[in-house]
């Protein structure tokens, strides 16, 4: 049985709470995908939702914005994370529950 | 790739590691690798771990079975880089090319077991619907695989979630299969760490 829980929590803290080139409020924002200005949240929410659709126009908001690559690169990272966190946190919700009925 | 310091922004020693690379393997640097190198300690390193142990740990699916679930999750995701990328591997695994592209293209007539269409059919839903309902789980239960194999498989699912994205984000370059090819070698024989 793989178990990915220790590593799962090693990555989120070190995401959320260990050095970084953007702020811990905007990394938590990120992986939340909520509570952003407007230049990161249309990023922010396709890297979410359906990341195939983000454009080099939306690097270049979020640029624009006064972001530096290292900033968007772990803004996205953050992004990414935080969605398949949900996802897999609902799925594992819906597994206990199935199994607590049967 | 979108953000130039992923393609040039690496120290020295990672250059000349990319160099041997290309020289050894006679392929361009896959830009995973380029990102994975990228200031390690933030990404690279830590879901290097989370995907070694949901890839490679101990569990009753195959390497094939996750490589092929990887494969499903990211065409799900429409992330062709990734999808390449991991139906290379799952193919190396199983040794058998044409079940990694029978599921792809339509996973209710592939031939495989129940257990594993079920739970393929169920990680699709979580990507594509983002979420999944306890009815859903009963189904793969109901064709036959554990707590376990879900929970292993969602640990797969959890993996490619986060690269499928960050392949699109970031802008990968789709290489030819060669490269894909050299790529699933490696994996197979040195894993995600």
């Known amino acids: 049985m793989s178990n990915i829980g220790q590593a799962r929590r090693a990555l989120t803290q070190r995401i959320l709470e260990g050095d970084g080139k953007a702020s811990p409020s905007e990394r938590k924002a990120a992986f939340n995908n909520s509570g952003l200005a407007e230049a990161l949240a249309v990023l922010v929410d396709k890297v979410a939702r359906h990341a195939y659709r983000v454009t080099d126009e939306d690097i270049a908001v979020a640029r624009v914005s006064g972001l530096s690559e290292d900033q968007v690169f772990e803004i996205v990272v953050c992004a990414a994370i935080g969605q398949a966190t949900r996802q897999y946190d609902t799925a594992l919700a819906a597994l206990e529950a199935a199994i607590g009925k049967d | 790739m979108r953000l130039r310091i992923l393609d040039s922004g690496h120290g020295f020693v990672t250059k000349a590691l990319f160099a041997l690379i290309r020289t050894v393997s006679r392929q361009p640097v896959l830009d995973v690798i380029k990102l994975v190198k990228y200031r390690a300690d933030f ?151």
Request: proline fraction near 3%; hydrophobic fraction near 45%.
């Open chain 2, 43 to 193: 990404y690279g390193e830590p879901m290097g771990a989370v995907t070694q142990d949901a890839m490679r740990g101990p569990s009753t699916w195959s390497v094939g079975d996750r490589e092929l679930m990887a494969a499903f999750v990211a065409k799900t995701n429409h992330s062709e880089f990734c999808t390449k990328a991991h139906s290379a591997v799952a193919q190396g695994a199983y040794r058998d090319g044409k079940k990694v592209s029978a599921v792809l293209s339509d996973l209710e007539t592939a031939s495989i077991e129940e257990p594993l269409r079920a739970t393929l059919l169920m990680l699709g839903k979580l990507t594509r619907e983002h979420a999944v309902d306890e009815d859903d789980m009963r189904a793969v239960l109901a064709a036959g695989a554990s707590r376990q194999q879900i929970e292993d498989a969602l640990a797969v699912c959890f993996s490619f979630t986060v690269i499928g994205r960050l392949a699109d984000a970031f802008g990968f370059f789709v290489p030819g299969p060669e490269a894909f090819e050299a790529g699933a070698k490696y994996l197979l024989a040195r894993g995600y760490r």
